[in-house]
């Protein structure tokens, strides 16, 4: 199957009281739990309340981000994407890349240019290709260290 150039949702599917199933375009789906999110992301503290977590909405027809709009809330499906990779990575070093992409909102380009290899490595990395090595990891780590940020 044919890789998406940009992640866009197909449909998603409220479960639980903080759990959100998201099916791509490709057709994979992934479950996405928002508590981690949540203590990592301030701005979706409305969210913890799970009438409002379970207004979230597709715009029909577009599938670019999930919509709260009773609290102002979007989030892309690209960075969804990049969430579910990073909670459904089956290695450490894919979960700390992953997490480390979508917390910081790196495109490829900006990515790579922190890790100093190419767009396509990285890309091969967010696609499971290739596996992340102990030492891209070890990276991400450091820049985070080197950028002021505690995670």
């Known amino acids: 199957m044919a890789q998406m150039k940009r992640p866009r949702l197909k449909k998603i599917k409220v479960l639980g009281s903080h759990t959100l199933r998201c099916t791509f375009m490709d057709d994979s789906t992934y479950s996405i739990d928002f508590i981690e999110l949540f203590n990592e992301s301030p701005g ?13 909405t597709l715009v029909p027809g577009e599938g670019w981000n999930v919509e709260w709009t009773g609290v102002d809330i979007q989030i892309g499906a690209d960075t969804l994407w990049l969430d579910a990779q990073a909670q459904n990575a089956t290695d ?6 992953a997490r480390w992409r979508a917390r910081h909102g790196l495109s490829l ?4 240019a922190a890790l100093g290899v190419t767009p396509r490595t990285i890309s091969a990395y967010g696609t ?19 950028q002021g940020h505690s995670n």
Do not use: H
Request: with cysteine; aromatic share 10%.
């Open 92 to 97: 450490e070093n894919t979960r700390i890349f």
């Open 128 to 146: 499971s290709e290739r596996p992340v090595p102990r030492y891209i990891a070890l990276a991400c780590k450091g820049w985070e260290a080197e």
């Open 109 to 112: 380009k900006a990515a790579a």
């Open 44 to 56: 979706l503290a409305p969210l913890r309340d799970p009438a409002e977590f379970s207004k979230a």
